[in-house]
């Protein structure tokens, strides 16, 4: 008498004869938490553009730049970093791997060739070539921020908060672990930085490309407690980061030492997997004992053929076939819910998102830009101005934490309005931007905490705002959208008023010395005199947008009273009501078959 066959989801896997390896490796790639843990490497790669302040001397120098060309050029770094549109509409009919692709190819050819300029191996470019490689190569951001940010808050549109947290938050970080490596690999040698930027993030997205989709929405028991474990491995990240940046400054590493460093920063990286497939491990054996389990529904939404299409709810399926476009704008739908783009973009509620975001992030990227030169005119040394530019990536990211996770909490537990959360943000970054009009010693790393708390708290804020205002069905170009002001404000704020004023007081000096312009290769200014008109003015715009902010904390107060997330728990309750009943059904059909098999075999005894 032969084994009777089974066909239970264990025996299958291999239950009784050891553990499927290979099947268990594929449920893991497959996940939805693998595909968080690959969307946090490709974020803390796609911070770039903050460590301009590093390699903007390099470029100075070496091409022969004065300030007023050198802000035109950061100005198109934030032009690309922050004009989305074209990912996020890419992103409307393309799959996620497509979007990531295209991102990484940019990302490598727009820094490759800032490095073949600023290490002489092709001619010097004109102004304008450069300033088109820098957009390409920021432009690539908004790919991996489409890609992955984009993809995981439709995964998790309960905790959208959160994950814009998260994520931001270790692009937040991606400036101070883009140090550490390039210290370790190239040493003290800022222009191969470029080179590091150009690559690194482009094999970063290579790799994990297929691994990032949109899913269908799972609820599941424990995820909060999940993402506090990923907060708490960022968490320590970022202290890692700080504590070998003062180490840093006070004592000379040797290169085993930043080896040592990067090893540390690479581990902690990689926790996050651990995470994911520790939460694997759990679904796959609650499956083995169970087949009905919750992870039947997991598996189900992992199939090829939900792994690129967004979730839709049955009524907007009706009106599908009509371009976000074709609607009339006139006829808005209550906030929250799905907004065209053309009935988003006109919105009041849009308007003043604009215009505070102008005034807060237009200002914030000023500084951010300017951080090099300005520790230069203080009379820093290179190496504390590369502390500076640490401190501000760190304390970014713990400005995007804290507007993930703190603004989430607030709202879930006492309705407070992320709006009014944007407002007391811009109150703070005034205060950092008028340290650095007004120093004192030691004000630039006060300075540099304060301006990169808050501008890594606007972000989050601006995306969950635009999120739960607008809805989620055109998300991934409403987003990019949202942040087209920053560089708007960025060109005025930074390029016709920061650089001019900063080269008007250079040439003052020059005057005093009894030189001319044509008598020195690199316009520059010393003195605390050089940033103060600048500042100030940046201080009084960003004042006025926190003000103008208030409008808007006025206009949506009643709509953050309610229950926004309310649709969202009744679709995944629908989602759960009909895999139980499937996954019911199945169980029956397997009981069914066991007992037949069970049947059988009494037969054969007899």
Known sequence: MGEAPTTTASAARGGGRGFDIFGFTVHVVRGRWFSLFASFLIMAGAGATYLFGVYSKDIKSSLGYDQTTLNLLGFFKDLGANVGVLSGLIAEVTPTWFVLLVGSA?????????????????????VWQMCLYIC?????????????????????????????????????????IMTQIYLAIYGNDSKSLILLIAWLPA????????????????????????FYH???VSIALALFLMVMTICQKLVTFPQAAYAGSVAVVCALLFVPLFIAIREELVLWKAQDKNPTSILTQIQSIAEPKHSEEPTIK?????????????????NKPERGEDYTILQALLSTDMLILFLATFCGLGSSLTAVDNLGQ????????????????SLLSIWNYFGRIFAGFVSETLLAKYRFPRTLMMTLVLFLSCIGLLLIAFPVPGSVYVASVIIGFSFGAQLPLLFAIISELFGLK?????????????PLGSYILNVKATGPLYDREALKELERKGLTRSSVKELTCIGDHCYRIAFVI?????????????????????????DMYKKYREKAEEADAEVALAAGNEGREIQMRGKGVEGEEERQRK
């Open 374 to 389: 300005i520790g230069e005119s203080l009379g820093y040394p290179q190496k504390t101005i590369k502390t500076f530019v």
């Open 106 to 126: 940019m990302n490598f050819t727009g820094y490759l060739m800032i490095w073949l300029a600023v290490t002489g191996k092709i001619g010097k470019p004109k």
């Open 230 to 232: 990923f907060l708490y």
């Open 538 to 562: 940046l201080a009084s715009v960003t004042f006025f947008g926190a003000l103008a902010s208030l409008i808007l904390v006025a206009r949506t107060r009643e709509f953050y009273k309610g």
């Open 474 to 486: 055109y998300y991934s170009t409403l987003f990019n959208c949202g942040q087209l002001a920053s």
């Open 314 to 330: 049955p009524e907007e399926k009706k009106t599908s076939s009509s371009s976000c476009f074709a609607e009339t704008f006139f």
């Open 136 to 176: 390409i190569g920021a432009n690539s951001q908004n790919f991996a921020n489409t890609g992955a940010l984009v993809t995981s808050v439709r995964n998790f549109p309960e905790s959208r908060g959160i994950m814009l947290g998260l994520l931001k938050g270790f692009t937040g970080l991606s400036g101070a």
């Open 203 to 226: 094999a970063i997205s290579v790799v994990f490309v297929y691994t990032i989709r949109n899913l269908k929405v799972v609820r599941q028991p424990n995820e909060l407690t999940i």
